[in-house]
């Protein structure tokens, strides 16, 4: 028996002394849990606002980058519908020089 045990004890040891490989992930990660981002709801759905008006400054200056671009709706969640209806109200607001079209230098 004492000759099992001995025996067994290299094997463990040098199993163990090998480095064990991880799966990474598709970038070269850790392949850990993947981080649940929770659904964007539409603002003008919600608060139930039909017409967007192009003289709300302060409302289209949400939807505009520093840049003077108009942020796409996968980072702001506005519905399709309501995204057309923003930019159309953000190039009128443009065109009446209340919103700049580019930023300043």
């Known amino acids: 028996m004492a000759e099992e045990t001995n025996q067994q004890a290299p094997e463990s040891g040098a199993s163990s002394s090998q480095p064990t490989s991880r799966p990474s992930g598709p970038r070269g990660g850790s ?3 993947k981080f649940f981002r929770r659904k964007k709801v539409c603002k003008f759905c919600t608060e139930k606002i039909d017409a967007i008006p192009y003289r709300d400054v302060r409302l289209l200056q949400q939807f505009v980058a520093e840049r003077g671009k108009i942020v796409p709706r ?5 519905c399709t519908t309501h995204q057309r209806r923003l930019t159309r109200a953000i190039k009128q607001a443009r065109n009446i020089a209340l919103l700049p079209f580019a930023a300043r230098y």
């Open 31 to 33: 392949g850990g849990r």
């Open 74 to 78: 996968r980072l702001t969640g506005v």
